[in-house]
Antibody, heavy 114, light 110 residues
Framework: EVQLVESGGGLVQPGGSLRLSCAAS????????MNWVRQAPGKGLEWVSI????????YYGDSVKGRFTISRDNSKNTLYLQMNSLRAEDTAVYYC???????WGQGTLVTVSS | QSALTQPPSASGSPGQSVTISCTGA?????????VSWYQQHSGKAPKLMIY???KRPSGVPDRFSGSKSGNTASLTVSGLQAEDEADYYC??????????FGTGTKVTVL
């Protein structure tokens, strides 16, 4: 079964950092670009970032550019999102999703609050 | 990048049809045939229902159909069923390896 499982969410203070992981199973991650998408409580979906299959190309939404870093370890079949300088407005459920947003994980909640 | 505009809500009785619009700009919806639609039930992850404007992934009922005209894309759900009650989001490629999602529409089955 094709599956994505996120982890690493939690409560962090403003200005802090957090690293999210997304473990893939049932398929080989390195053949696909991968995305991170977030959803603030009660709000809509927001695209965060995308990384190419080999990891050499990365792109970000304007709201996270310069603060978040997407990466991948294809040997571990895992995608990452390093989040620095976190703000209250980064509070959201973070989903990893496949290249065409065809596969989604269950999401992990990040709460930025003092 | 501004979110694509969707109506906040739509509704229909079982068996009826409902159409949801998704309005963007020439730089996103109007410029590319990479519009997708997602269904999200409360507390669940989104599910891809339509991709590349009008294509359905395997397993999605043919009651779901998509189209596009100019800067506006549409999702039509025909033969509404109780399980279709959910939030629906559109997305579009916006150039330069960027993507944008819609504001979301809550569909209620009366």
């Amino acid at each position: 079964e094709v599956q994505l499982v996120e982890s690493g969410g939690g409560l962090v203070q403003p200005g802090g950092s957090l690293r999210l992981s997304c473990a893939a199973s049932g398929f080989t991650l390195n053949t696909y670009a991968m995305n991170w998408v977030r959803q603030a409580p009660g709000k809509g979906l927001e695209w965060v970032s995308i990384i190419s299959g080999g990891g050499g190309s990365t792109y970000y939404g304007d709201s996270v550019k310069g603060r978040f870093t997407i990466s991948r370890d294809n040997s571990k079949n895992t995608l990452y999102l390093q989040m620095n300088s976190l703000r209250a407005e980064d509070t959201a459920v973070y989903y990893c999703a496949g290249e065409g947003f065809d596969i989604w994980g269950q999401g992990t909640l990040v709460t930025v609050s003092s | 990048q501004s979110a694509l505009t969707q109506p906040p809500s739509a509704s229909g009785s079982p068996g009826q049809s409902v159409t949801i619009s998704c309005t963007g700009a020439r730089s996103d919806v109007g410029g590319y045939n990479y519009v997708s639609w997602y269904q999200q039930h409360s507390g669940k992850a989104p599910k891809l229902m339509i991709y590349e404007v009008s294509k359905r992934p395997s397993g999605v009922p043919d009651r779901f159909s998509g189209s596009k005209s100019g800067n506006t894309a549409s999702l039509t759900v025909s033969g509404l069923q109780a399980e279709d009650e959910a939030d629906y989001y559109c997305s579009s490629y916006a150039g330069s390896n960027n993507y944008v999602f819609g504001t979301g529409t809550k569909v209620t089955v009366l």
